[in-house]
């Protein structure tokens, strides 16, 4: 039996603000426009309200995806019924797969966990774009450490349902209790686990972290990666008689 960890990707093992930093100054300066450290925050902002309401059900992702550059554009002054809003998307997402960065730390718990726990397997389960995500897993060495990536573009269905975790263990094939999740996310990775029982590790924990961990069932929190591969190391010991 496999030490199964279903880890986020974003902010989580790359860094997707730096990736998201360098695509959006150069898509901005392609269509002419000044980039600027406030244009990026707004930018942030906005994409993050609106993964938000997506993780909620409340808008489609061709939704998400040409709203956040007409409301960019829009603070920028521009006539966005001249624009071809979702190529604009389509080269900023182009721009963040060739784009990768690491979380600092990142690579070493790979080796880690590859050198030390020869029965972990590490899956990636994010939401988003597939060209993207595997653009940035393939930039930056993870493509070595990783058995499969769960991609919510590819699988019809995103974080935190229910849907999308029960496909990932389908796909695996092992016991729920074989899996950890581990990510940043509250509203995504760790209401996941919480919705499919899995074991969760909520990585970077931040805020009221007492009150998270109640509401959201988390079981583990680490701050750093010295931190998260001590917990993976301790429960893969004591998880050996999964049924």
Known sequence: MHRNLLFDLDQ??????????????????ENRLAFSEERYDLFKRINKSLWLEFEKGLITKPELFGTRFRRLFEDCGCDTGTLDLMKINSDFIDRMAQNGVLMDGAL?????????????RVYIITNGVVRNAMGRINSTGLKDYITDVFVSEAMGTAKPSRDFFELVIKAIGEPEGSCMVIGDSLTSDMLGAKNAGLTSCWFMPSGDIAEAVREYDIDFTASSFDELYEIIRKWSTVNNNIK
């Open 108 to 120: 070493g718990l790979m080796k880690k966990l590859a050198d030390n726990i020869p029965a972990a």
């Open 12 to 29: 989580t093992l790359l860094d997707f603000h730096a990736s998201e930093h360098i695509a959006l100054k150069l898509v901005m300066e």
